[in-house]
C-alpha cells in the first residue's frame, strides 16, 4: 500500500455526507413523552466520507470527496464548510432526491446517540470519473451500506491499481448480514471496525479473537478500541497503542478521524507503528470538540 509516486497521491472518500445536529450538555437521554434540554447545539457537516476526508486534507494528503448531495435548504447549509476544508469537491453529485439527510446527535457524558436518515441512492454519478482520476493512489469506503450500494466499486477500484480500505460504519443491518458481508467486502485491502463493529461481524468477544477472525478475511485489520485504544494486526505483525488522555467533549467522528490519520501516515511509510500512533491522535484532536471535522474549518 505504499511507495505511490507523488503524482497519484489522492485519497478518494466516498460517503453519505450528512448534516449533523449535535446536542450537548444533556442530563438525561430523552425518553417517549418527554422533553429534555441541551446546553448548547453544534450543526456541521458530518458522514464518515467527509470527516475522513476533511481530516486528510488537514494533515495535507491531497483528498477529494465522492458523494451525493441534496438541492434543499440544509443540504445547502453545508457549502461553506465543505469550501472551507480543502477538499477536492469536483466528484459531487447535486441532485434533489439526495437531501434532506440530517443526523440529530444527543451527547451525555461523552458519549452519543443518533437518529439519522438516509435520503435517495448512495451511489454518485461521478463514481467512474472518480476513481479514474490519474492522482488517486487510494479509496477509502466510508460506510458499508455504501459499498452494499455499489459492490462493484471494488473490482473498478483494483483494475485501475487503487488500493481500498473500508469503515464498516455501525448499521443495524450489520449485523444480520453474516458471510454476505465478507463476500461483498472481498478485495478490501484494509478493514477499519470498532469493537462493537468487530464483535457484531465475528461473533467474538475479545479484541484477540475479533482480530484472528477477520484477519482471515482482509490483510490488515486496525480494531478500534475506543478509550482503550487501537490494534493491527498484519500477516504475523500484532501491534497496539493506547489512547491519549483528553479532554471529551464529543466522540461523534473520532473514529472517521482515525482513519485518517491512520492512512495518510500508513500509504506513506507502512510503518504499523507509527499509524496507529497517527490515528490514535487524529482521534484525540477530534473528541476534544463538537462535530467530526477538524475545529478549524468549522
Keep these: 500500500m505504499t511507495g505511490m509516486p507523488a503524482e497519484r497521491s489522492k485519497i478518494l472518500c466516498l460517503g453519505r455526507t450528512y448534516c449533523d445536529i449535535i446536542f450537548m450538555g444533556l442530563h438525561e437521554m430523552p425518553a417517549l413523552g418527554r422533553e429534555r434540554f441541551a446546553d448548547s447545539v453544534t450543526i456541521a457537516a458530518g458522514g464518515g466520507g467527509y470527516i475522513t476526508a476533511a481530516h486528510l486534507a488537514s494533515l495535507g494528503r491531497p483528498t477529494a470527496l465522492l458523494t451525493r448531495l441534496g438541492t434543499d435548504p440544509l443540504s445547502q447549509s453545508l457549502n461553506p464548510e465543505l469550501e472551507a476544508s480543502g477538499i477536492d469537491l469536483s466528484f459531487i453529485e447535486r441532485s434533489p432526491d439526495a437531501g434532506p439527510q440530517p443526523t440529530v446527535a444527543l451527547v451525555r457524558n461523552g458519549e452519543r446517540a443518533?437518529?439519522?436518515?438516509?435520503?435517495?441512492?448512495?451511489?454518485?454519478?461521478?463514481?467512474?470519473?472518480a476513481l479514474s482520476a490519474h492522482d488517486v493512489a487510494h479509496l477509502h469506503i466510508a460506510e458499508f451500506a455504501t459499498l452494499r450500494d455499489a459492490p462493484e466499486v471494488i473490482a473498478l477500484a483494483r483494475s485501475l491499481g487503487l488500493t481500498i480500505s473500508l469503515d464498516p460504519s455501525w448499521d443495524d443491518?450489520?449485523?444480520?448480514?453474516?458471510?454476505?458481508?465478507?463476500?461483498?467486502?472481498?478485495?478490501?485491502?484494509l478493514l477499519l471496525p470498532n469493537i462493537e463493529e468487530g464483535k457484531a461481524l465475528t461473533g467474538e468477544s475479545t479484541d484477540e479473537a475479533?482480530?484472528?477472525?477477520?484477519r482471515e478475511r482482509f490483510p490488515l485489520v486496525v480494531l478500534k478500541c475506543g478509550e482503550r485504544g487501537a490494534?493491527?494486526?498484519?500477516?504475523?505483525?500484532?501491534?497496539?497503542?493506547?489512547?491519549?488522555?483528553?479532554?471529551?467533549?464529543d466522540t461523534t467522528g473520532a473514529g472517521d478521524a482515525f482513519n485518517a490519520g491512520f492512512l495518510h501516515?500508513?500509504?506513506?511509510?507502512?510503518d504499523l507503528g507509527r499509524s496507529l500512533a497517527a490515528g490514535i491522535e487524529a482521534g484525540a484532536l477530534s473528541v476534544q470538540s463538537a462535530g467530526g471535522a477538524p475545529p478549524r474549518i468549522r
Design 173 to 189: 443491518e450489520l449485523i444480520h448480514r453474516g458471510s454476505d458481508f465478507f463476500e461483498i467486502c472481498a478485495g478490501i485491502d
Design 114 to 129: 443518533f437518529v439519522s436518515r438516509r435520503a435517495g441512492g448512495s451511489r454518485p454519478a461521478t463514481l467512474e470519473q
Design 231 to 249: 490494534v493491527a494486526s498484519c500477516g504475523s505483525t500484532r501491534i497496539s497503542a493506547e489512547a491519549l488522555r483528553v479532554n471529551v467533549v
Design 265 to 270: 501516515s500508513w500509504l506513506g511509510t507502512s
Design 210 to 214: 475479533i482480530l484472528q477472525s477477520l
